[in-house]
């Protein structure tokens, strides 16, 4: 795993890199800053501020009010799980306490995995809820990539009115 852009004892970055894809992630937050494949630099939109190029956020609610929240899932620490020469797990972290009113009541753990000799990674969260904690209503969590405009543009000007545009798997 290399880190660019330090800053005193801590990167601003966090890049895990096999040699055929690239990721490279916000520290602490854990969002994922640009996405190198082969020979393109940056799948991900680079117009966009690097916060918004990819993440995970959910809606939430509480049972008793009608007002959803929304919370891109910013993370505070960070932790490599495991570094062999096959594998880079990358863990981020964020944990609720009572005095944050206005966050999310969920302990959060978003994982990065790079595997040598493929070409994509993995990733998976952990939203944990404990007793006691406020309840809490989940309306929606998901991962979003927020892709290079000017390739998508190609490739749909590429197709006819009904076909398929593609795919993106990472």
């Avoid at 937050?29 to 991900?44: D, E, F, H, P």
């Avoid at 062999?84 to 753990?109: A, C, K, M, Y």
Wanted: glycine share 8%.
């Amino acid at each position: 795993m290399d880190e660019r852009e330090e800053r005193g004892d801590s990167a601003l970055f966090v890049e895990i890199d096999n040699g055929i894809v690239k990721i490279t992630l916000s520290n602490p937050a854990g969002m994922i800053t640009s996405i190198w494949y082969k020979n393109i630099t940056n799948v991900l939109e680079y117009r966009l501020v690097e916060g918004r190029r990819g993440y995970y956020d959910i809606m939430w609610g509480k049972p008793d009010r009608n007002v959803s929240y929304f919370d891109r899932l910013e993370c505070q620490s960070i932790r490599i799980v495991g570094e062999t020469d096959d594998q880079v797990e990358v863990s981020f972290t964020r944990t609720w306490h009572q005095f944050l009113d206005g966050e999310v009541p969920l302990n959060i753990d978003k994982r990065y995995i790079v595997l040598r000799g493929l070409s994509g990674f993995y990733s998976y969260a952990n939203l944990e809820h404990m007793a006691g904690w406020p309840d809490l209503n989940i309306y929606e969590a998901r991962i979003a990539f927020k892709l290079h405009q000017d390739m998508i543009a190609r490739t749909v000007g590429a197709c006819g009115p009904s076909e398929v545009v593609g795919s993106f798997v990472v």
